[in-house]
């Protein structure tokens, strides 16, 4: 029984996974379409919400090409070592307290609660860098191998101020568990979130923003598909469902980002003024939220312009590392005073 | 050598921040703007008399079309993309074309063959869309170039007023 609940579990929260990259691939094209005044996809169903569909079938039906001198192992393993990472870290995000459905008890509704969930998180989403350089240096082609190489400099610099600033929201809430960390803010007063901590929340929770963008290759910080300067970046010989496994990767990296802000600084599920709410208006409310740095994620694509690429680094190490580390600090001296 | 003076920025500007949000608001704001794009093959381009479309050749009211097949028209095509053929008729006329083809993929609408022609037989339509599988079927003979005088009188008219104007 518990068996056939944790499958059921399981299959729910990756559909749901899959089903949201889905609709993000089509959402950044309506979005990015009202903001340059155009319509966008309208073909496929109506109003074009039948598009995911229709480029699946498409990325299935391509040719499949291996360009010659790849390192074909290697070449194909790239797309998996770039998709599952992404796909396995939500299975610590905690989407909803106790959670019946027709009257079957499914606990807690989240694949699993590690008590290092917050580390696994990270853990996985750091080897999602080896997709990347691998598929860049498989490929044998000078654009995917310079992709690679700048989408890993970029990832291991920019995971350094993530995890400090993570780590302001473990000394905050005094645990790595993610539901924990949750339920410390879950007290039916929206000030408790970790956003509201005067000065340490919200600095924590823009680095954490701009870092799991440089995190998850996003604009303004998509150096390694850098379309101008080198074709596609690391995918540039990727082709078929190859290609679309390295798409997934990142829809799915952006979903579980997006998550994980949304639990670390505003407070997960935790409904505001109803503190023990119905699982389903949990679950609806941790929704709204990641909805909205999903949003986030497509809305500052079609806003900002691509930094360059010193720029990046020098914003990394010289700017975000620094206010990171004195925000740590200044968590400590919060919690020693309180 | 020109010097650029860049303006220094204001140390509101260099935080950075504030401007991105600034960005962020006006794309946002651009969202609920109106939409420019027009859906083509529904809405499609509206056309004019002006418009120089593809060739067409004008049927009169007795049926038949003016061309003489004086060749005018295709000598003074510049992409050869007229071929006529004549033969005699029992017409007033005398001569008629017996083929008359254009290869729509060689035309570039220049609009000559109709300036060419003293019969006003040819005149430049309002159907700008070409679209076949094969090369072959682009190449428009007699029948599918024929359109109603009435359809192209507003051109006609135009044409008219133009070379009314020597
Ligand atoms: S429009 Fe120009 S190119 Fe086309 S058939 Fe007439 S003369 Fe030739
Ligand atoms: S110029 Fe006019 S009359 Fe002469 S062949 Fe061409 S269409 Fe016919």
């Known amino acids: 029984m518990t068996f056939l609940i944790l499958l059921i579990k399981a299959s729910l929260i990756y559909g749901g996974l899959l089903v949201t990259a889905a609709v993000m691939t089509l959402a950044e094209r309506k979005i990015s379409a009202r903001i340059q005044l155009r319509i966008g996809p309208n073909r496929v169903g109506p109003g074009g919400v039948l598009q995911p569909l229709a480029d699946g079938v498409k990325f299935i039906l391509k040719e499949e090409i291996t360009p010659d001198g790849a ?29 019946v459905i027709f009257g079957l008890d499914f606990g807690l509704l989240s694949l699993t609660d590690l008590d290092i969930g917050l ?35 970029q990832m291991v610099s920019y995971e350094l101020s993530l995890i400090m600033t993570a780590l302001t929201v473990v000394a905050l809430s005094g645990s790595m568990d993610l539901r924990e960390i949750v339920e410390v803010q879950n007290t039916g007063n929206p000030l408790a979130w970790n956003c509201f901590t005067p000065v340490i929340g919200q600095v924590g929770l823009i680095l954490f923003v701009i870092a799991t963008f440089a995190e998850t290759n996003r604009h303004p910080f998509d150096f390694a598909e850098c379309e101008p300067e080198l074709v596609g970046g690391f995918h540039t010989e990727y082709s078929s469902m190859k290609f679309a496994l390295f798409f997934l990767g990142e829809y799915c990296a952006m979903t579980v980002m997006a998550c994980l802000t949304t639990v670390l600084f505003l407070g997960g599920y935790s409904v505001p003024f109803w503190e023990d709410a119905p699982w389903m208006v949990e679950l609806a409310t941790f929704m709204a939220k990641t909805s909205f740095f999903l949003f986030l994620f497509i809305w500052v694509r079609w806003t900002l312009p691509r930094f360059r690429y010193d720029q990046l680094m020098n914003l990394g190490w010289k700017v975000f590392l620094p206010i990171a580390l004195a925000n740590l600090l200044l968590a400590g001296a919060f919690i020693s005073l309180t | 050598m020109v010097v650029v003076q860049r303006r220094e920025l204001t140390f509101w500007e260099r935080m950075y921040l504030p401007e991105i949000v600034r960005g962020l608001v006006i794309t946002f704001k651009k969202m609920f703007e109106p939409r420019v794009t027009r859906q083509y093959p529904e809405q499609a381009m509206p056309t004019t008399e002006v418009t120089r479309g593809q060739p067409r050749l004008a049927v009169k009211d007795d049926g038949n079309i003016a061309c003489v097949s004086c060749g005018l028209c295709e000598a003074a095509c510049p992409a050869y993309a007229i071929t006529i053929d004549g033969q005699e008729t029992d017409r007033f006329i005398e001569r008629e074309p017996e083929r008359f083809d254009i290869d729509m993929l060689r035309c570039i609408l220049c609009g000559f063959c109709e300036e060419a022609c003293p019969k006003e037989a040819i005149f430049m339509s309002n159907e700008l869309e070409l679209a076949n599988t094969t090369r072959e079927g682009l190449v428009y003979d007699m029948e599918q170039l024929k359109r109603s005088t009435s359809t192209l009188q507003p051109r006609i008219d135009y044409v008219r007023k133009i070379n009314d104007r020597w």
């Open chain 1, 71 to 99: 390192n074909k192992g290697i070449f194909r393993l790239a797309p998996i070592m770039a998709a599952v990472p992404a796909m396995l870290t939500v299975a610590v995000i905690p989407f909803a307290g106790e959670t």
């Open chain 1, 119 to 153: 580390l696994f998180v990270l853990a996985l989403s750091g080897l999602s860098v080896y997709g990347v350089i691998l598929g860049g240096w498989a490929s044998n082609s000078k654009y995917s191998l310079l992709g690679g190489l700048r989408a890993s400099a």
